[in-house]
């Protein structure tokens, strides 16, 4: 028995639903029909990187280390190429695995035999065992990425699909990990709408067709998932947030140039449709907003009237944090004495809550909501499942001390892409946020979350061992 997760990496749920209504992808719509399809959330920052952490590890990108695709390392505890700033985009992505909290096993150290290609998260592969990230495969990637270079990226995709394939097909492998990373560049680059789009679609349903072909032949089980990590919005303009700053007189550090421009703010964004700002870049220990508010209330005033800016999160320490919008007011999100999520309005419902407040005019009670609780009630929202994203990010050690998540049509980096940006994620927005997931597996509970599939491919290796 072999357990396969494919990413469609960037695709939203209603994108795939209507091609698969459409006969466009009918080894998807076999899928779907044989098995079970569900819309999920994934996490905040919703980056590629930081949001393969559920999947590989059932936590939240913050509870794991990662805080975003790009973050500074207030500890100072590994400087790589960039110092103390953190961006997993190019050669340092395969730097993640050594950011990653130890405390808790990836998929792969808990399976015998696992398999991955173009994932971002491999902690626990053999070098022979992570297809693609070699030493003789890192350069021609590289130049591929570097120049915008989507086409090639497709070729690329899908020589390594073959050679995975070829590698299931042996049945050596009990859990496998392929990431379809086309989608994503071509929403980029081209709209997530765009023809292009679902060319790069068709190449998850032949992976997915020949992987069930293969196994039928050999009279050999396959579990299989179909997952995203985050889905796209279109973008009309861009706020380039690290000038915003500098404008303000603040020396800056952000990305590429981090080893230079003052020790005040560092700007790190995801996406690009979220930031941590850093603040008084001095201090090993990071500070919590009551204290700062004093010094740094007129950016967040500033921030928050911005048209860019959907919601600021101020975080209060790691069981609190304030949530700010422009035209819907404030509230704190905090976290009770008994591991609840209560929800508290102070002037107004930036969340989107209001039908789900009690007499009192909160959400939660004294005792606080549950996960699943907390996710029912949000669920329907612009933001879902807004209250465990919040705390499980802003209660990070790793992130910053302001955290923006950008308002619809706009992203927050105008510069240094090698893809131009029509299109964006990463905010907590669930255009973003919601993603698909179509698997043969039959779960135990409806999956609510991407962390699910780490729970669902532990079960299918869990039953192999049986």
């Excluded at 050679?163 to 859990?175: E, K, M, N, P």
Aim: with cysteine; proline share 6%; aromatic share 6%.
């Amino acid at each position: 028995m072999t357990a396969v997760i494919l990413v469609a990496d960037g695709v939203r749920p209603d994108t795939l639903a209507a091609a698969i209504d459409a006969g466009q992808l009918p080894a998807l719509a076999a899928l779907r029909r044989d098995g079970a399809s569900h819309v999920v959330t994934s996490v905040f920052p919703s980056v590629t990187g930081p949001a393969y952490v559920p999947f590989l590890m059932g936590l939240h990108p913050g509870e794991a280390g990662i805080p975003g695709i790009r973050w500074w390392d207030r500890a100072g505890t590994r400087a790589y190429a960039h110092g103390n700033a953190r961006s997993y985009v190019g050669f340092e992505a395969l730097r993640q695995d050594g950011d990653l909290t130890i405390a808790h096993p990836t998929l792969f150290e808990l399976a015998e035999r696992p398999l991955a290609a173009l994932t971002p998260i491999g902690r626990g592969l053999r070098d022979d065992a992570r297809l693609g990230a070699g030493i003789a495969s890192w350069p021609r990637m590289a130049w591929t990425h570097f120049r915008g270079d989507t086409r090639g990226w497709l070729r690329l995709e899908a020589a390594l699909a073959d050679r995975v394939a070829a590698r299931v097909a042996t049945g050596a492998h009990d859990l496998v990990l392929f990431a379809h990373q086309c989608i994503d560049k071509f929403s980029h680059l081209r709209g997530h709408d765009a023809p292009e789009v679902l060319a790069a679609m068709r190449g998850v349903d032949d992976m997915v067709a020949r992987l069930r072909d293969d196994a039928a032949r050999a009279g050999r089980p396959l579990d299989l998932l179909v997952v995203s990590d985050h889905g796209h919005s279109p973008v009309h303009a861009h706020l380039d947030l690290a000038d915003l700053v500098r404008a303000r007189g603040h020396g800056v550090l952000a990305h590429p140039w981090t080893f230079a421009g003052g020790d005040d703010v560092a700007v790190m964004v995801s996406g690009n449709a979220m930031a941590h700002l850093y603040l008084e870049l001095g201090r090993r220990e990071r500070p919590w907003w009551p204290v700062l508010g004093r010094q740094w209330g007129s950016l967040v005033a500033e921030l928050e009237a911005h048209p860019a800016v959907d919601l600021l999160l101020l975080p209060h320490g790691p069981d609190s944090c304030e949530v700010r919008s422009a035209t819907r007011g404030a509230a704190l999100v905090r976290r009770t004495r008994r591991g609840g999520l209560r929800y508290e309005p102070t002037d107004g419902d930036p969340l989107e809550l209001a039908s789900a407040l009690d007499a009192s005019g909160t959400l939660g009670g004294e005792a606080g909501l549950d996960a699943d609780a907390a996710y029912d009630a949000s669920r329907g929202t612009t933001y879902p499942d807004a209250l465990t994203q919040v705390l499980a990010l802003a209660g990070s050690q790793r992130a910053g001390e302001i955290i923006v998540s950008a308002a619809p049509g706009w992203d927050l980096r105008s510069r240094w892409e090698p893809i131009p940006h029509r299109s964006t994620h990463g905010s907590l927005r669930r255009e973003h946020l919601l993603v698909p997931l179509l698997t043969t597996l039959v779960p135990d509970r409806v999956p609510r979350r991407t962390a699910d599939v780490f729970r669902l491919a532990r079960q299918a290796m869990a039953t192999t061992r049986a």
